[in-house]
């Protein structure tokens, strides 16, 4: 299972982008904002573009079975979880079905749809630049 986040709003505290799923949009997603190579303020930074392999573990922060990325570099237990803010990020990334500026909304009705489709083995592809869809 491949999914995609096509980042196309970096900005100076967050960042959004499109989630898909084998090719089809799923979401939205908020992260922390990107930062240059090699510079990273911890809870503050999104995760460097890249392909990560993807399991579900337990979250003993959130006391249930979530997205986890491996191996990224400089980064442990970056998960896909709900929430609506950079502050809700801690270098994770959020997903929702509706952007307004800012602020996602609907992120526990797209974190159990995105649950529901994942499928493992799973691999997610972080690309920043032009989005893949220009609406959702």
């Known amino acids: 299972m491949e999914l995609t986040i096509d ?6 505290k ?3 982008g499109h989630l898909g799923i084998d090719g089809e949009r799923l979401c939205y997603t908020l992260e922390d904002r990107v930062r240059p190579d090699g510079v990273k303020i911890p809870g503050e930074t999104a995760i460097p573009a890249g392909r990560y392999a993807m399991t579900m573990t337990y979250s ?3 006391k249930v079975v979530l997205p986890l990325l491996l191996n990224v570099p400089g980064f442990e237990g970056i998960r896909i979880h709900a929430g609506n803010t950079e502050r809700d990020t801690e270098g994770c990334i959020l997903v929702g079905y509706n952007l307004d500026g800012d602020y996602i909304s ?4 797209a974190l159990a749809a995105l649950i529901d489709k994942l499928r493992l083995p799973a691999w997610i592809t972080i690309t920043n630049g032009e989005p893949t869809w220009h609406s959702i």
Request: charged letters at 30%.
């Open 60 to 62: 003993p922060r959130f």
């Open 106 to 109: 609907s992120s526990r009705l």
């Open 7 to 12: 980042r196309f709003l970096i900005g100076e």
């Open 14 to 16: 967050r960042t959004i």
